[in-house]
């Protein structure tokens, strides 16, 4: 599923400090100095109030805006530094975007807005076309692939919108409240497809309000007032102070469940470390590391 070697686990794939945004006139403070670490292989959930500037965020990790102030490292790139030609070409080869209301051309099949993707990431029409197809056999959607998107569930949808925004076989998949155009099934539906994605070594930054769905992820930060006010390195999904009983850290026990892609065969395990050369020392790290 991920064509490229996966990221090295563990090593810091995303990084975000001191992020500033204003938009406007009156301003409007959307970040305030946010900071973000993703790892490699890393699924992290973005949680926060509406209006605490998620969404901007991930349109600056994404490239599809300037900051004010602060940086975006990104595989080890400063994007601060780069021209717009250089920013599209970073993000063509880094970055996949997942939206709430998938934004796929309507009048194309499930196949050609897969294939399209495929095309303006540089692939000749015939293996865009083999791309498309295997990326939607793989996100188990072939059978849907000559309907259009009108034709097709909510889920289905953001599926194909998932197989368009991996055509490029993006290092980093962002999604923008993935499940919050879909009813239960659905985005159960899309969750289960992150979580196999993940499983498969893909790194994904999602924002999302929902609970049940953060729950999903490997680790939930949150964002309040433009600002990263949880990184969650230490509490776990459930792990806010206020919550009741012993709290339950995941980064305890020797090793954390197994998973196996249901796609690929491949298993993986979570694993357990402390990263020594992060600002906060005494927090220990969880990365994905294969098995045999
Ligand atoms: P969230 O995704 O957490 O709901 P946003 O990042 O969309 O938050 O927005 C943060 C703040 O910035 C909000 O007050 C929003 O109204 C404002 N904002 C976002 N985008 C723009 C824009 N393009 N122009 C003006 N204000 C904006
Ligand atoms: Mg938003």
Known sequence: MVDHPPPDPGVPHLVVRGLRKTYGAPPVRALRGADLTVRAGEFVALMGPSGSGKSTLLHLVAGLDRADEGTVALAGVRTEELNSTKLARLRRRHVGLVFQFFHLI???????????????????????????????????????????????????????????????????????????????????????????????GQTILMVTHNREVAAGAERVVRMRDGCVVDSGEDSGVDGESDDAGEPVDPLVAPSGPLWVDALTGRRTRLRHRTDAGDADPGGAERYVGSGP
């Open 106 to 200: 309507e009048h194309l099949s499930a196949l050609e807005n897969v294939a399209l993707a495929a095309l303006i990431a540089g692939c000749r029409p015939a293996e865009a076309t083999a791309r498309a197809r295997d990326l939607l056999d793989t996100l188990g959607l072939l059978d849907r692939a000559a309907e259009r998107p009108g034709a097709l569930s909510g889920g289905q949808r953001q599926r194909v919108a998932i197989a368009r925004a991996l055509a490029n076989q993006p290092t980093l998949l962002l999604a923008d409240e993935p499940t919050g155009a879909l009813d239960s099934a659905g985005a159960a539906e899309v969750l289960d497809l992150f979580r196999r994605l993940h499983a498969a």
